[in-house]
């Protein structure tokens, strides 16, 4: 196992050398943290690379065979994002933030239950074009809240230690106290007709539940970025299977993963391989034939920028 010292050298180059700059005190804890539990670059290497910000750097022209300049589109309205799970990660910018960069103006509601990471974003983004609400995010129904000791992971729903316990990068996790918390639906806290461009759930096993309470939204949704699961990390989670069969029958299609995350196993050699896939970013497209003009418009920047999707943003503005 490397030596703190060494540790923290290689995780500051890693930083310079894929990210472009220095790495700040809590992305240089986690990844630290993360190589001396694993004994390998390699999966700080992975967490840095599937990491937004890594993928915002990368440049269009590294994905064709030729470059396509931007296709000039005039959009007359801000690009609108509900982010449920809104908190910033130290590591990583919000999966949006690089419209904002392309010169898009953006109006972004956020909730985050965690009032500590509220203010914090509060404070570090300021905006009048950023709306922040506590509330948590589900079905309507009373649940518990579990605070866990890296707090992107707390959630709705406990771990499920039988799984947790047998991976390098999740076996650390635990509950270091609960709450009782009233969930509210989407569709009752945000319950106008505007359109929303970009839905993005993060919000640990409980998507699904958020996405049932959300069904009036859907309706006025472009394109969807939802973490999911292909294993049951919390206790009773949905599963990526569950969410894309909610979604498909809401007249949404399956674009892409993004940022795949896959876990190794604890085992007696100390070997750490990422042998199976636990969670990704899955993006969905509504049919662009259900929007309108301008929607649509914003549908093919999101896939160009966002993605890096040159082919289905193309296809959106000339079909």
Known sequence: MAEPSSAATAVVRLYRLLLDREPDEAGLS???????????????????????????RRNPEDVVSAPRPEP??????????????AQRLSDQPHAYTVLETAGFELKVVGFEPLSERLEDRSK????????????????GSKQTFHINNYDATSSLLPFNRNLTDAFVELKDLHTVRTEMAATRRIDDV?????????LKLDI?????????????????????????????????????????????????????????HRGGYVVPSGTVIGD???WADAVFF????????????????????VYGKLGLAERLLTT
């Open 204 to 260: 640990q096993g409980f998507e699904l539940k958020a996405l049932q309470g959300a069904e009036t939204l859907l309706q006025r949704t472009a394109v969807i970025h939802c973490e999911v699961s292909f294993a049951e990390i919390y206790e009773g989670q949905c599963l990526f299977s569950e969410i894309e069969t909610f979604l498909r029958a809401r007249g949404f299609d399956f674009i892409d993963f993004m940022h795949a």
């Open 286 to 305: 509504r049919h662009p034939e259900a929007l309108d003009a301008a929607s649509r418009s914003i549908q093919a920047m999101i896939a160009w920028h």
């Open 124 to 139: 570090a983004e300021a905006d009048s074009n950023l709306r922040l609400l506590p509330d948590f995010i589900g079905d």
């Open 72 to 85: 000039t589109v005039t959009i007359d309205r801000a690009i609108t994002v509900v982010d449920v799970g």
């Open 30 to 56: 986690y990844h630290v943290g993360l190589l001396e539990r694993s004994a390998d670059i390699l999966d700080v290497v992975a967490a840095l690379t599937a990491s937004p910000e890594f993928f915002a």
């Open 276 to 278: 199976r896939l636990l």
């Open 190 to 198: 945000l319950s106008g007709s505007e359109p929303v461009d970009f």
